[in-house]
T-cell receptor, first 114, second 112 residues
Framework: EAGVAQSPRYKIIEKRQSVAFWCNPI?????LYWYQQILGQGPKLLIQFQNNGVVDDSQLPKDRFSAERLKGVDSTLKIQPAKLEDSAVYLC????????????FGDGTRLSIL | KNQVEQSPQSLIILEGKNCTLQ??????????LRWYKQDTGRGPVSLTIMTFSENTKSNGRYTATLDADTKQSSLHITASQLSDSASYICVVSGRGNEKLTFGTGTRLTIIP
């Protein structure tokens, strides 16, 4: 079974620039999550999709972050404009969406803002 | 407020030794508790998932315990190996919304 694929693995940009991350979940997984993980902390949920609908985006800074999941499969997360405090690893995860089933994580995109 | 606290923050042990990591939570109502292993530069990988009715679950050399009454869990690693060096994250899911609350992790280092 192929895992969750994310790209790019690393990205360095200057503040106020824009950036986009891509995620391809495990085939058949209805639920997709984007997390932000700051160094030394646990992941923080940004947005959760069920198929192509948003279930939870309460912690997404909507003035600069946006995400979409067209056709209920791949997803992109965008930051525009980036701030210094956005430096983090952005993790994508997917699951079957059934209780007590694990989330499967990608290896993330490490974003550095100069 | 739902919280998950882990201890110790970091731990260094010799290869071959056993260790136990702790997790306390305040998430209510409770659905399940998960332990994840996160290698440096990689995404978290699920080790165990325990529901309210389960008080122990093993995955190879990893054994997780759960006391739902005291809201505590532990992860015991037996005969540690160098490859066990990683962060171990405790995650609790709330019943109903299945929203996950993450701990900040325990950074485990195994030295030869």
């Amino acid at each position: 079974e192929a895992g969750v694929a994310q790209s790019p693995r690393y990205k360095i940009i200057e503040k106020r620039q824009s950036v986009a991350f891509w995620c391809n979940p495990i085939s058949g997984h209805a639920t997709l999550y984007w997390y932000q993980q700051i160094l030394g902390q646990g992941p923080k949920l940004l947005i959760q999709f069920q198929n192509n609908g948003v279930v939870d985006d309460s912690q997404l800074p909507k003035d600069r972050f946006s995400a979409e999941r067209l056709k209920g499969v791949d997803s992109t997360l965008k930051i525009q404009p980036a701030k210094l405090e956005d430096s983090a690893v952005y993790l994508c995860a997917s699951s079957l969406g059934i209780s007590n089933q694990p989330q499967h994580f990608g290896d993330g995109t490490r974003l550095s803002i100069l | 407020k739902n919280q998950v606290e882990q201890s110790p923050q970091s731990l260094i042990i010799l290869e071959g030794k056993n260790c136990t990591l702790q997790c306390n939570y305040t998430v209510s109502p409770f659905s399940n508790l998960r332990w994840y292993k996160q290698d440096t530069g990689r995404g978290p990988v699920s080790l165990t998932i325990m529901t309210f009715s389960e008080n122990t679950k093993s995955n190879g050399r990893y054994t997780a315990t759960l006391d739902a009454d005291t809201k505590q869990s532990s992860l015991h690693i037996t005969a540690s190996q160098l490859s066990d060096s990683a962060s171990y994250i405790c995650v609790v899911s709330g019943r109903g919304n299945e929203k996950l609350t993450f701990g900040t992790g325990t950074r485990l280092t195994i030295i030869p």
